[in-house]
């Protein structure tokens, strides 16, 4: 098949490079710079990889002109309307929906990693009483190849698969477990007779003293979260997780530098402060105030929940979300919830603000979400930790699609350097 190129000329020697054109099943075209150094000793800068695609990947697909978002090819409107959160779980991992028999055999297996090892918990114990939850959960999924050493050879595809198995089981019971000890309330054990969602909602809200049942309609909401949140291309924190298993790092290890990274109020850290910045405006009267602020280039508020590095247009998590708020709330919580009519509100005089419509910046998936944690009962704290709970599922599919590529190196980024030249040392005597 013959290769495209595109020619790239060094107008300060005249140098001419004929670069490979690189064309996925869908989106831009690519210029392969894998050989631009070795060819011709210049770098490339992009900060932020504004420019850059840094693998190929089959998992996911988002068009920001368009706000479409794909998960194996299935748009997230369909799935979040039909699937449950294990069956995208399955679709992400291994790339097809499954059979009736391939869910049943899936949730099963889930389902029987879901308990910690009971030393864990004393370690969770040491946590200080009000660590944030995120904190705990960084920590202690970090120590997780400490407990499950037994199926760390990540060049075999079946330890590969049971790590990614336990992952995607232990995270919400450690998650949950993290709230309880910020609580103050005993660490709830999984219960193998409810759905994933249920369970996660039943280790955080029951008690030892009474039975908790969490509401069909509260389950069918974190069901719809869990999957919009389960996946999104190259974002910071999926870079940071393939950055680190590039070096052959446990996938314990690459799960929780992920969750470090997601925390960033840049990124999943945002449905947090979306709420916090909802709460300091208090009122609609006070809106054009904080327009006003995030308009301000000396000033460092920013409208949380807003913009997006992809989505030039409504990030489509963001519209589904949008429309299940006022079914959650109305069936939930006070429909007349104030948060979400000045959320509401803050989106109508934003879009019509030209600053944001100039630099096409829309709500994203963090401007609603957090309305919808805060009907379920779920705090504050507890936001990105739901946020990682669900992105877990993301990071063990795509740690698993470059584990498996052959071609897969370590990732080493070059640099401009702009530090002293090379100076020799003085003695203290002559500084
Ligand atoms: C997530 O990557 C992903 O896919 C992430 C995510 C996922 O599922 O993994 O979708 C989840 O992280 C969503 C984003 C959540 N973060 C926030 O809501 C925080 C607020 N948003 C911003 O900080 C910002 O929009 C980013 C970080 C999301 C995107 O930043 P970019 O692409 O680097 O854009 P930028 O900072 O260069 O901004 C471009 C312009 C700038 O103004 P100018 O210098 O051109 O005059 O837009 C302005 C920015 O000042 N701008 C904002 C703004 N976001 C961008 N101004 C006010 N409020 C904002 N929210």
């Given at each position: ?58 998992i ?39 059979t009736?028999?391939?869910l049943?055999?899936f ?13 864990l ?51 919400p ?145 963001a ?15 006070d ?65 698993l ?25 003085l ?5």
């Amino acid at each position: 098949m013959s290769t495209e190129t595109v020619t790239v000329i060094n107008n300060l020697t005249g140098e001419r490079y004929e670069l490979p054109l690189r064309q996925g099943t869908l989106g831009p075209p690519a210029v392969d710079i894998s050989s631009l150094y070795q060819e011709s000793g210049l770098l490339t800068y992009d900060p932020g990889f504004m420019s850059t695609a840094s693998c190929h990947s089959s998992i996911t697909y988002i068009d920001g002109e368009q706000g479409i978002l794909l998960y194996r090819g299935y748009p997230i409107e369909q799935l979040a309307a039909k699937a449950s959160f294990l069956e995208v779980a399955y679709l992400l991992i291994y790339g097809e929906l499954p059979t009736a028999s391939e869910l049943a055999d899936f949730e099963q297996v889930i389902r029987r990693h879901t308990m910690l090892n009971e030393n864990l918990k004393s370690f969770l114990n040491g946590f200080h009483y009000d660590a944030h939850p995120m904190a705990i959960l960084v920590g202690v999924v970090g120590s997780l190849s400490a407990f499950y050493h037994d199926s760390l050879r990540i060049n075999d595809p079946r330890h590969r698969e049971i790590s990614a198995h336990r992952l995607i089981a232990k995270v919400p019971t450690i998650a949950a477990a993290a709230y309880k000890h910020s609580i103050g309330e005993p660490i709830i054990y999984p219960r193998n007779d409810l759905r994933y969602c249920a369970n996660l909602l039943h280790m955080m809200f029951a008690t030892p003293c009474e039975e908790y049942r969490p509401s069909l309609l509260a389950e069918r909401a974190l069901n719809l979260l869990l999957i919009l949140h389960a996946d999104h291309e190259q974002n910071a924190s999926t870079s940071t997780v393939r950055l680190a298993a590039s070096s052959g790092a446990n996938p314990f290890a690459c799960i929780a530098a992920g969750i470090a990274s997601l925390w960033g109020p840049a990124h999943g850290g945002a449905n947090e402060a979306v709420i916090a910045m909802l709460t300091e405006i208090g009122r609609v009267e006070n809106i054009p105030k904080y327009i006003a602020k995030a308009k301000d280039k000396d000033d460092p508020f920013r409208l949380m929940g807003f913009g997006h590095r992809v989505y030039k247009n409504y990030d489509p998590r963001a519209k589904i979300l949008r429309e299940v708020c006022h079914q959650v709330l109305g069936e939930l919580a006070d429909t007349n919830n104030p948060l979400f009519e000045l959320a509401m509100r803050l989106e109508e005089i934003a879009l019509s603000d030209d600053y944001f419509i100039e630099r096409r910046l829309y709500p994203n998936v963090d401007f609603y979400s957090g309305i919808i944690y805060q009907a379920l009962g779920i705090p504050r704290n507890m936001f990105t930790v739901m946020f990682a709970v669900a992105r877990t599922v993301g990071w063990v599919a795509h740690w698993l699609e470059m584990m498996s590529d052959p071609n897969n190196r370590i990732g080493r980024p070059r640099q401009i350097y702009r530090g002293p030249v090379k100076r020799d040392y003085l003695p203290i005597s002559q500084r």
